[in-house]
């Protein structure tokens, strides 16, 4: 009988790292396909500003930014301070939300607006709690103040180069190609993590750039586009947000970024990938914080996409592999397919992560990148073991997208 499940577990773990590979080389292909169409798209644009040297703001529509704020963050100001320098040819405000003027962000606000004085800030107090998500309460009360009908939310340490807006209006703007296609509601971007001195931050970030983007591009190719929104960029507009109910549809939404993007495809919009990539700053996770966070992320997926995270199990294809060397008694098969199935995943992985993201710590952090996907592996199948999170220090019961406080007994 022993003999008989060591074939069996021989055999399974043989087919998932086969299926592993074929992950690999998949998300292989929609990162080159990504890069193609973003050196295309640049080139497009390069040869439109050459032969118009017009500076008009024409086609560039006024965009409002909504940051909802709690509490300061690592490079929270610097990451302000990149949004005040667009170069960007039409008008642009910022909004900042707090609960409370108390909030020690509103003093880092006041700063920003007195660093910028030519640019439109504005901090708002948005003392009102309107569901279970925080962020969404406050944007909710924010977007009642904006002024122009391309609303972008995204957090406050994301980090943007000087054409951040640029690339985000170039995505609304209608092309020669779009005859026939619905407009476009929303654009999200595509982010690196910037990782602080622990090893937890470290792995978080790594996962980002080699684990979460390639399965995003694989998506983006497989279904014909995306069909969700990125945290990192969400910039919609007004009437596609309307159209499904506004930010208050919301409220009570933990992957509310996701949700966006998904009931605005829904409601016939299209969303847009920008080729710009944003920066996001991890944080100086403990293990505990970084399971917690893990593990929110996940059971947020499996929410949302039930289907889709019992697909990941494809993702884990290394893994598969060393299985597969113990349960093959180290045969030449086996080996074999370990090493051909390490050397696609570093493929993947230095593709993703330093051409598409030009994330320069992947290629320092490699040699990590075993453990990580052993960890990812261990987490995943916790994500099955239950559908409670934790969330800003308190708990919650995750069903059917909607966030159920725990009541501390």
């Known amino acids: 009988m022993p003999y008989i499940v060591a074939h069996a577990i021989a055999f399974a773990t043989t087919v998932l790292t086969l299926a592993g590979m074929g992950y690999f080389l998949a998300s292989l292909l929609a990162a080159w396909r990504f890069l193609r169409e973003r050196r295309a798209s640049r080139s497009e644009f390069s040869a439109g500003a050459s032969t118009d040297r017009s500076s008009s703001a024409d086609g560039a529509p006024g965009i409002t930014i909504l940051k909802s704020l709690k509490g300061l963050d690592p490079g929270m100001m610097d990451a302000f301070r990149g949004h005040c320098r667009q170069q960007y040819a039409g008008d642009f405000e910022l909004l900042f939300g707090v609960s409370s003027l108390d909030d020690p962000a509103a003093a880092a606000v006041k700063m920003l607006a007195a660093e910028f004085p030519e640019r439109a ?75 602080h001195d622990t090893l937890a931050s470290r792995f978080e970030a790594l996962g980002i750039a080699t684990d979460f983007i390639p399965g995003v591009l694989l998506s983006k190719w497989i279904e014909g586009g995306l069909h969700y929104g990125l945290g990192s960029t969400l910039a919609v507009r007004r009437e596609a947000l309307e159209k499904v109910g506004g930010l208050l549809a919301l409220a009570d939404q933990l992957a509310d970024d996701y949700e966006m993007g998904a009931r605005i495809s829904r409601a016939g919009f299209r969303v847009a990938l920008s080729t710009e990539v944003v920066e996001t700053s991890v944080p100086a996770y403990h293990w505990r914080e970084f399971f917690d966070h893990q593990l929110r992320w996940l059971r947020t997926v499996r929410d949302a996409r039930p289907g889709g995270y019992v697909g990941l199990v494809f993702t884990h294809g290394l893994m598969w592999a060393l299985v597969n060397v113990l349960a093959g008694g180290l045969s030449p098969l086996s080996l074999w397919l370990l090493g051909l199935s390490f050397f696609l995943r570093l493929a993947q992985a230095t593709t993703v992560g330093a051409e598409v993201l030009a994330d320069d710590s992947v290629l320092a952090n490699l040699w990590l990148l075993p453990l990580r996907d052993a960890a990812a592996m261990g987490m995943w199948i916790a994500g099955f073991a239950g559908d409670t999170i934790v969330w800003r220090g308190e708990r919650f019961v995750l069903k059917n997208g909607r966030l159920i406080k725990v009541e501390r007994v």
Do not use: H, M
């Open 121 to 195: 800030i504005q901090l708002i107090e948005c003392p009102r709690r309107l569901g279970a998500n925080g962020k969404v309460s406050t944007l909710v009360q924010l977007a009642a103040a904006a002024r122009y009908d391309v609303l972008l939310i995204n957090d406050s340490d994301i980090t943007v180069g000087p054409r951040y807006l640029e690339g985000i209006a170039r995505c609304f703007a209608p092309v020669a190609d779009d005859a026939g296609k619905p407009p476009v509601g929303l654009v999200t971007a595509l982010y690196r993590g910037r990782a």
